[in-house]
């Protein structure tokens, strides 16, 4: 009794700090990939079409189904959260129960070992994104309970067909969630092929069970998801993400290394929107990437020289099984190659890493590395490193959108979203361009997650719409290197931000100019003559303070043009935001590239927390010379 107490409370434990994890990503818009399901689900008359659909990309007939329930109950988001939790749960739980019953795990190794599930770094981003998240989680989970399922029978007293039968349906299952387990599938059931040759202390009829259910528990879920692909989807079984066929080559196998040093020594290589911030790319990322590298290296190296001679058959046999599902699921990750190496996929890779480390004899260095293994994850836990995902960016986005909807006065029928790159925004709000759905507009987005609210299109909706289809905007402001307030932008400014035209500058408020001179302004270089449109070049730039109540929430307006020698780098948009001190607080900057032509160019003006005062810059930009011309700078208020 005391023993399953202890159990229920370890998991609880488990349980709990899970859920507070998925609280810490919740926000209720749904956006992205998950639209598709909807997308699907509102233009389908029942629900099995709905499913049949969905499964047209991959038959993934669990996952896919719980998403065809989901979409066509028009469930709420918390719903699919709840069902995130769940899997993140089940498997931290089986990593603890395989540790504590089969690897001899004390409590707090056990736990440490779930933690490195709970907050693997590779996995944040799915308590951010639950159509990814849901499909990690219960696949995982699904796979570590067909490994418990040949733990049962290996340790069993005796090898039944019931429990083969079980353990190949759990490899079935795992696979019609996510059949990249395949691979992971392959090396355990060649582990009880193995077993079943070497292990003569059993019958000859319940090795040759064990053998033969080492073979059907790859080879039958394998075929059923070939015959099901050929049946239902229109990709290819070779088709890997976002729909391109895998394939082949040098790029594969650098990848692969990428991904093995990334989970074993601490590095992150990788783009920024797979492996989000402190990546390698950056210094940052390369410092405390290579710090953790020959921590590990050398925990991993001593570690393993110090158990060499503890180790037992057994446990040795254990150590490389999970060390060949590591690679195996490594090598299977690594087919897309580096444009589509997604960090996400080396989730399951966290689980199999903390088993083999429980699979090592027990020993300090060992549990040092365990504890190192799950203080990397922690580290970019502390500094939000996922915050650089583009799941994750997409995520706060949406949720920003649905809330200042939720939150705004009646607006008008229509909108657009502004300051949010086209190909960033067209996924965030339509979606992928699957079967029909069109991702310049925000329907679907619109449809689950604002009912009778005012919808929202990206930008890129002007390509087939007239600007005066639309009523507002929902805008951030260009040029912020991150920036968090969204604006409501009336339809009468609208035209300021979008298409700009040199009369629309009747009644703003100038602060130079050829008609109104540059009073106030500071000059590098030579002061401009009075009345004139000042020329941007040989190093002369202009500045004018001003504070910062006088232009917040204003649309800052350049009238500027070219001579025509100009070359690509352009001007400056600039406005520097100070302190009361007059220290940086941030730049604003945003690069045009002035014609030959005169035209506007303007920026929503956007003062960070602590700005006293705003420093206004007519400049060109770095490694342009100009020479420009611009005869007017002035504000705009949104009326």
């Known amino acids: 009794m005391l023993v399953r107490s202890g159990l229920a409370f370890q998991l609880a434990l488990m349980g709990g700090f899970a859920l507070l994890l998925t609280l810490f990503g919740y926000q209720s818009a749904y956006f992205g990939d998950e639209l598709f399901p909807f997308f699907v689900a509102k233009t389908s008359s029942s629900l099995p079409e709905a499913f049949f659909r969905i499964n047209e990309y991959k038959p993934r007939f669990i996952f896919n189904g719980i998403w065809a329930l989901l979409t066509w109950w028009q469930a709420p988001r918390y719903v699919a959260a709840i069902l995130n939790f769940l899997g993140m749960w089940s498997a931290a739980s089986l990593v603890f129960i395989l540790g504590r019953r089969y690897l001899a795990a004390s409590v707090p190794v056990a736990m440490a070992a779930a933690a490195c599930v709970l907050i693997s770094r590779f996995g944040m981003v799915l308590y951010h994104d639950y159509l990814s998240g849901i499909i990690g989680t219960w696949g995982l989970a699904l796979f570590l309970g067909t490994v418990s399922c040949l733990c049962g029978l290996v340790f069993a007293q005796r090898i039944s067909v019931a429990g083969c039968a079980v353990y190949i349906g759990m490899g079935v299952l795992t696979i019609f969630v996510y059949e990249t387990y395949v691979a992971g599938l392959f090396v355990l059931g060649s582990a009880g092929v193995l077993l079943a040759l070497f292990d003569r202390s059993r019958p000859a009829r319940e090795r040759r069970l064990l053998a033969l259910a080492g073979v059907l528990v790859w080879t039958v879920p394998l075929s059923m998801f070939v015959l099901a692909t050929k049946w239902l989807s229109t990709f290819s079984v070779m088709t890997g993400t976002a729909g391109q066929t895998v394939s082949v080559g040098m790029g594969n196998i650098r990848t692969f290394l990428h991904f093995l040093s990334n989970v074993l020594l601490g590095t992150n290589y990788g783009l920024e929107w797979f492996t989000g911030y402190f990546n390698a790319a950056t210094r940052e990322g390369r410092l405390a990437g290579y710090g953790f590298a020959v921590v590990l290296a050398f925990l991993w190296i001593s570690t393993l020289i110090r158990s060499r001679a503890a180790w037992r058959p057994r446990s040795l046999f254990i150590s490389i099984v999970l060390l060949g599902m590591i690679v195996a699921t490594v090598a299977i990750s690594s087919l897309p190659g580096a444009e589509k190496a997604d960090g996400r996929w080396m989730f399951p890779v966290s689980a199999f890493a903390a088993l083999f480390v429980l699979s090592i004899p027990t020993s300090l260095l060992r549990n040092m590395l365990l504890i190192s293994l799950l203080g990397v994850s922690a580290f970019h836990l502390s500094m939000r490193s996922y915050d650089g995902i583009y799941n994750v960016k997409a995520s706060h986005a949406a949720g920003k959108l649905a809330a200042a909807m939720h939150g705004a006065a009646p607006l008008g029928k229509r909108g657009l979203v502004l300051g949010i790159a086209d190909g960033d925004l067209e996924w965030v709000l339509g979606g992928n361009a699957l079967q029909g759905n069109d991702v310049t507009n925000g329907d679907v987005f619109c ?103 006088d232009i917040e929430g204003a649309v800052i307006a350049y009238e500027a043009y070219s001579t025509g020698e100009a070359g690509p780098a352009g001007m400056r948009l600039q406005v520097n935001w100070l302190d009361e001190k007059s220290d940086l607080v941030a730049a604003q900057i945003k690069v045009v590239a002035p014609e030959q032509a005169p035209r506007l160019f303007t920026m929503l003006l956007d003062p960070p927390a602590g700005s006293a005062s705003a420093e206004i810059y007519v400049t060109a930009h770095d490694g342009s010379s100009g020479p420009f011309f611009v005869p007017y700078v002035g504000v705009v208020r949104p009326r």
């Open 447 to 549: 449809w689950i997650n604002l009912k009778t609210l005012p919808c929202l299109d990206p930008r890129s909706a002007l390509n087939r719409a007239s600007l005066d289809a639309y009523d507002f905007a929902l805008a951030y402001a260009d040029g912020v290197r991150a920036p968090t307030r969204l604006y409501v932008v009336p339809g009468s400014v609208l035209p300021l931000l979008v298409h700009p035209t040199l009369d629309m500058i009747d009644g703003s408020r100038a602060l130079g100019g050829t008609d109104n001179g540059w009073n106030g302004w500071a000059w590098q270089g030579a002061a401009p003559a009075a009345e004139t449109d000042v020329e941007i070049s040989g190093g002369r730039v202009g500045t004018l303070r001003v504070p910062v109540a």
